[in-house]
């Protein structure tokens, strides 16, 4: 099984600014997709997941020819994780219509399962913040599916996109992706934020002997933050986070400790803390934006790529740990 990791848009919530030139890369709000599929065949066989659908994702997967996702994931309601949801709604139902050659939007409707929504209770439905009180008229086109737990094994059912803890599910009527939400500190406009836990399973890998030890059949996990200032003990001691085959981290800037995000220098102790064993880990570094190293007078300007790779070459993290700058637009393949 291949798992392909694509960063889509890597920035900060308010982008470039406006008026002075920018020193700066083009970087689109947060989405990120997990892509399996089995080696030797294209995508078109495989799975795809959404997490976060900041804009513009679905343009670039359209240049890219990714296919429709299967499910989306939101770590949380702000609109730079959402920005693009109306449009990944009516664009894959679009997309169905014309490759199915339905031409009538209620048959559509009647025909096709709507994309499966899946966000914690409070990131959907909070009275005044959840996501619903934006986007509830793509009712229909999306199927909003609370989680009630956090740090609880879920599959999702492919049929239906209903959520099952995993330990109830048939395994071959889910999707080959688990997941675990663990819930993270990060703005009071952002109720149920939370991140992101993922681990799969692979037919392939049923037919391997256990080399781990534990009956175990999965591949290593996939960890993706989310926005968050910081965690209680808790969560950042969660075992299924150590060692992962990926981090994707939230580093808003660099050295500037925000009110709502960690810096890089900050996150630089849960590396060592999450990535201390003995497994290779791909670390990529998202949200980039800087402005408040500039506020805050760590730089004379906001920080350039070079800024941020001399960063993170400056910082001296286990030989097992590869630390990138996530880029808009890029795959990662995990081993
Ligand atoms: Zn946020
Ligand atoms: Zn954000």
Redesign the pocket.
């Known amino acids: 099984m291949k798992i392909d990791i694509w960063t889509w848009g890597t920035g900060g919530?308010f982008g470039r600014e406006l008026g002075p030139a920018p020193n700066r890369r083009r970087r689109g709000h947060t989405a990120t997709s997990i892509i399996l599929s089995e080696e030797g065949e294209d995508y078109g066989a495989g799975f795809h997941f959404l997490i976060d659908a900041g804009a513009p994702c679905i343009e670039t997967m359209v240049d890219k020819e990714i296919l429709a996702p299967d499910v989306l994931f939101l770590t949380?309601p702000?609109f730079?994780?959402v920005s693009d949801l109306d449009r990944l709604a009516n664009s894959r139902m679009r997309g169905l219509m014309i490759q199915r050659g339905v031409r009538d939007f209620e048959r559509a409707e009647s025909l096709f399962q709507p994309l499966t929504v899946i966000g914690t209770e409070d990131c959907l439905n909070h009275p005044q913040d959840g996501v619903r009180t934006r986007f509830g008229y793509l009712d229909g086109l999306v199927r909003w599916t609370p989680i009630l737990d956090h740090d609880l094994w879920y599959s999702v059912q492919r049929l239906d996109g209903m959520l099952l803890p995993s330990e109830d599910v048939v395994v071959d009527d889910a999707f080959p992706l688990e997941f675990k939400a663990l819930p993270v500190r990060?703005?009071k406009h952002?109720p149920g934020s939370c991140l992101f836990i993922f681990r799969f399973r692979s037919d392939k890998l049923r037919d391997r002997p256990d080399e781990r030890g534990k009956g175990s059949l999965r591949s290593r996990n996939v960890v993706i933050s989310g926005?968050f200032k910081s965690m209680e003990d808790w969560v950042a001691g969660n075992s299924d986070l150590r060692d992962p085959a990926c981090l994707i981290l939230d580093s808003n800037t660099i050295k500037d400790s925000g009110k709502?995000h960690a810096s890089f220098e900050e996150n630089k102790t849960l590396i060592d803390r999450w990535c201390s064993g003995d497994e290779e880990v791909l670390v990529l570094i998202n949200h980039l934006s800087g402005f408040g190293d500039y506020s805050q007078g760590y730089y004379d300007h906001v920080p350039d790529d070079e800024d941020w790779e001399n960063a993170v070459d400056e910082f001296l993290h286990s030989s097992k740990v590869t630390i990138r700058i996530a880029e808009d637009g890029e795959c990662y393949r995990i081993k």
Do not use: R, T, V
Request: glycine letters at 0%.
């Open positions: 919530p949380h702000h730079d994780h990060h703005s952002a926005d709502y």
